[in-house]
């Protein structure tokens, strides 16, 4: 168990519609961030929260969102569903933000099927 | 802007054999780079970090990488693979400004007997 819990583990929804994915961050940790991994394009990172407020933005969507709350859990947000959109989401957490020698712990992924 | 090249998206090999999972990163500034290891259905875990100081870093369960400056190079070798090594390699960069990782697109090491 790495202590970052990521729910739910599976999900199988239909094309249109809209998901949350939720994240625990590891106890002391104040960073969480989110990676989409797919067969085609790999690990990609999404977005980075570092105590509520958004701090770096990678390849994410127009029709995804994320926020980090005062508790810090994080949820991402996944709306008009595409087929495209199957993927295991995987959340990661870490004690600071903005040093690259931060290491990042991740959860055990929420894997999304839209059919 | 960072990307990480992993030039082996398969590498079979019999157990107790040697291995080397090669990993080329390209940036402009000093990066601290990464192994992590994902096994079937499991999320990633780390495997080795590279983040100053000796160039040469192991991890507990035998694996080691030297971080190569002058050929941007960081690749993971053990000298002798187990069953329970087959897994898939992510090689992982980031800059010294930023928190997130940019990953390879990963090493499918399958050790067979």
């Known amino acids: 168990d790495s202590g970052v819990t990521q729910t739910p583990k599976h999900l199988i929804t239909a094309t249109g519609q809209r998901v949350t994915l939720r994240c625990s961050p590891r106890s002391g940790d104040l960073s969480v961030y989110w990676y989409q991994q797919s067969l085609d394009q790999g690990l990609q990172f999404l977005i980075q929260y570092y105590n509520g407020e958004e701090r770096a933005k990678g390849n994410i969507l127009e029709r995804f969102s994320a926020q980090q709350f005062p508790d810090l859990h994080s949820e991402l947000n996944l709306s008009s569903l595409e087929l495209g959109d199957s993927a295991l989401y995987f959340c990661?957490?870490?004690?600071?933000?903005?040093?690259?020698?931060?290491?990042?712990?991740f959860g055990a992924g929420s894997r999304l099927t839209v059919l | 802007a960072q990307s990480v090249t992993q030039l082996d998206s398969q590498v079979p090999v019999f157990e107790e054999a040697p291995v080397e999972l090669r990993c080329n990163y390209s940036?402009?500034?000093?990066?601290?780079l990464f192994w992590y290891v994902q096994y079937p259905n499991q999320g990633l875990q780390l495997l080795l970090k590279y983040l100053s100081g000796s160039t040469l870093v192991e991890s507990i369960n035998g694996f080691e990488a030297e971080f190569n400056k002058s050929q941007t190079s960081f690749h993971l070798r053990k000298p002798s693979v187990h069953i329970s090594d087959t897994a898939e390699y992510f090689c992982?960069?980031?800059?010294?400004?930023?928190?997130?990782?940019?990953f390879g697109k990963g090493t499918k090491l399958s050790v067979k007997p």
């Open positions: 990661a957490s870490s004690v600071g933000h903005g040093s690259g020698a931060n290491v990042l712990t």
């Open positions: 992982a960069v980031s800059e010294g400004s930023q928190g997130n990782l940019i």
């Open positions: 940036s402009s500034v000093s990066v601290y």
